[in-house]
């Protein structure tokens, strides 16, 4: 055999035979001689005792079996306190790392895509007469945060308003309540409706004054 | 020896050959440690008598090294654990001449492994003999290294309370356990042989 340095590995595992040898008992010391007190041998488990002590005590120390039980449970005592303390700052950063997360997901990032979209709806009064209603294109929005003004159908008056995108006529899966005002002798409704969990396809847009009657309009989600 | 002196045998220090006496502290030590130093050899077969007379001769030479240089006896930072330290070494050398007495910390023992190598896994009976054999022999600095790591300091912190870096601490210490683990193969392999002879 050369003589090679000893690998991490080896280094560990003498080591730890040694503590092994030590803590099995090989230093008897029934009247504990020479031994430091209790308070000296958790400054060292704790780290807290200065260089010079600690050169003082470590040869008494390594060689005597009582002195290195007693560290030894200081010194696990001491290593489950700061695992106990890392893993409490650590979920503390987590939980603040996921709060601000969520705060700029939903309060930051989420007004600064609050899209502007305006509905004419005026064309789509109902007319009485004999030529009744022409047939109407159906109302398109992309999907997104919006924040939606409504021309409502003329003849229509201000007031509380109920508005929903429904699949199907009793079933909403969006509703919001706003005030109607008239602004330029039209009737203009302002809600913010959150479209992005919707998937894109055929939906009604329907909406009615306080305890009147429902109007669906047709509405294609891009 | 004091009335209060209650442990069984007495420990008895003699003059040096000199006919210097042993310096009272160091007597003190001895009064101390006694149990302590017999628990030891009791628990490795041995009885009082050759405990008593490594512990003299342990003392002896602690006091005759506290004479000749006054100066350094701050180099003796604990006297109880220099004592029992020189006490453990010598009566662990002791041990090791003791022919055809198979007992756990001897060469003897070590004899028997297959090469003097540090296997992988959790440590073994072979590995706690090892690193008995290996204390015996370290100078005082890597004993106290070994110590230091013992005593769960990481390196930097050893370096630190060494006075020197992390990493020098770190080479020097295993190329010593290096070299030691290499003699101790190499004692090994000349008492297989018939001739004893070492190879180079």
């Given at each position: ?8 590995r ?12 030590v ?5 008897p ?9 209790s ?16 050169l ?32 409490s ?16 997901v ?21 007319l ?18 919006l924040n ?16 929903q ?13 706003g005030q ?39 509405l294609?989600?891009? | 020896m004091?009335?209060?002196?209650k442990?069984?045998?007495?420990v ?18 001895a ?6 130093v017999?628990?030891y ?5 041995e009885d009082s ?9 342990v ?6 090294i ?12 604990n006297i109880?654990a220099?004592?029992?330290v ?7 050398r ?12 001897s ?28 204390l015996q ?8 290294t ?14 630190r ?24 193969w ?11 002879e070492?190879?180079?």
């Amino acid at each position: 055999m050369s003589d090679r340095p000893l690998t991490k590995r080896e280094e560990r595992r003498l080591i730890r035979a040694y503590r092994r040898v030590v803590l099995a008992g090989e230093f008897p010391n029934p009247n504990r001689a020479g031994c430091p007190d209790s308070k000296t041998l958790e400054a060292m488990a704790l780290r807290r005792l200065q260089s010079e002590q600690v050169l003082d005590w470590i040869e008494h120390l390594s060689t005597c079996s009582p002195c290195f039980r007693e560290y030894t449970e200081f010194r696990e005592d001491y290593k489950r306190l700061r695992f106990r303390r890392v893993a409490s700052m650590a979920a503390c950063v987590v939980g603040v790392a996921a709060v601000v997360v969520w705060l700029v997901v939903n309060h930051l990032v989420g007004p600064g895509h609050l899209q502007p979209v305006t509905i004419d709806l005026s064309s789509y009064a109902a007319l009485r007469g004999p030529e009744g209603n022409a047939p109407t294109p159906p109302v398109q929005l992309s999907k997104g945060y919006l924040n939606l003004t409504l021309y409502l159908p003329a003849g229509s008056e201000p007031g509380t308003y109920d508005v929903q995108v429904v699949r199907e006529p009793g079933q909403p899966i969006w509703s919001a309540q706003g005030q109607a005002t008239f602004e330029n002798y039209k009737a203009t409704l302002r809600v913010k409706v959150d479209l992005r969990r919707f998937s894109p396809g055929l939906y009604l847009l329907a909406f009615r004054r306080l305890d009147r009657s429902w109007t669906y309009i047709p509405l294609v989600l891009k | 020896m004091p009335d209060d002196f209650k442990t069984d045998p007495p420990v008895w220090i003699w003059p040096s050959g000199s006919g210097t006496a042993v310096e009272p502290d160091v007597l003190d030590v001895a009064r101390r440690n006694w149990l302590r130093v017999l628990s030891y050899a009791r628990s490795h077969g041995e009885d009082s008598s050759v405990a008593a007379n490594i512990l003299e001769s342990v003392l002896l030479a602690t006091s005759r090294i506290r004479r000749s240089s006054e100066k350094s006896r701050n180099a003796i930072r604990n006297i109880d654990a220099y004592v029992y330290v020189g006490f453990v070494r010598k009566f662990n050398r002791y041990l090791a001449k003791q022919p055809k007495i198979q007992f756990v910390g001897s060469l003897h023992d070590v004899h028997t492994l297959h090469g003097i190598r540090i296997s992988r896994g959790a440590p073994t009976a072979e590995d706690e003999l090892l690193a008995k054999e290996l204390l015996q022999q370290m100078s005082q600095r890597t004993r106290r290294t070994f110590y230091l790591r013992a005593n769960g300091y990481s390196w930097k912190e050893t370096g630190r309370l060494l006075k020197t870096t992390a990493n020098s601490a770190q080479v020097l210490f295993n190329k010593e356990i290096g070299k030691l683990r290499s003699r101790i193969w190499k004692t090994k392999a000349s008492e297989q042989r018939p001739g004893g002879e070492v190879d180079e």
